[in-house]
C-alpha cells in the first residue's frame, strides 16, 4: 500500500525559509519521479517542482524558481523541498506527489502540510 507522508509546514515570516519533507513507503521509490503540488486558500491545485528517479533532472514553475530546491534521499526513501525567500502568495497546503511511469498524471498523494507565510 503507497503511502506518502508530508511533514514540515508552518507559519513563516515572509522572506523566511521552510523544508518540507515526503516519506514515502509502500512502493519502490526510487523507480517513479515525484512532485510537489500545492492548493493556495480557495484556488485549484497548481504543480510546484519535479524530480526524476536519480535526482539528476529537476523542474519548476516560474513562479518559485531560484527559491525552491526539490531534493530525494533514495535510501532513505524521502522527498524534500527546501523553501526560502518565502511570499506570502506560497500560502498553501503542500503535498507530495508520486507520478505514474507513463505519461503526466499522478497515481498516489500524501495528506499535505500547510505552509503559512505571514507578518
Known amino acids: 500500500q503507497v503511502q506518502l507522508v508530508e511533514s514540515g509546514g508552518g507559519l513563516v515570516q515572509p522572506g523566511g525559509s521552510l523544508r518540507l519533507s515526503c516519506a514515502a513507503s509502500?512502493?519502490?521509490?526510487?523507480?517513479?519521479?515525484m512532485s510537489w503540488v500545492r492548493q493556495p486558500p480557495g484556488k485549484g491545485l497548481e504543480w510546484v517542482s519535479g524530480?526524476?528517479?536519480?535526482?539528476?533532472?529537476?523542474t519548476y514553475t516560474n513562479s518559485v524558481k531560484g527559491r525552491f530546491t526539490v531534493s530525494r534521499d533514495n535510501a532513505k526513501e524521502v522527498l524534500y523541498l527546501q523553501m526560502d525567500s518565502l511570499k506570502p502568495e506560497d500560502t498553501a497546503v503542500y503535498y507530495c506527489?508520486?507520478?505514474?511511469?507513463?505519461?503526466?498524471?499522478?497515481?498516489?498523494w500524501g495528506q499535505g502540510t500547510q505552509v503559512t507565510v505571514s507578518s
Open positions: 524530480i526524476y528517479t536519480d535526482g539528476g533532472i529537476t
Open positions: 509502500g512502493f519502490t521509490f526510487s523507480r517513479y519521479s
Open positions: 506527489a508520486k507520478k505514474v511511469v507513463i505519461g503526466p498524471s499522478f497515481d498516489s
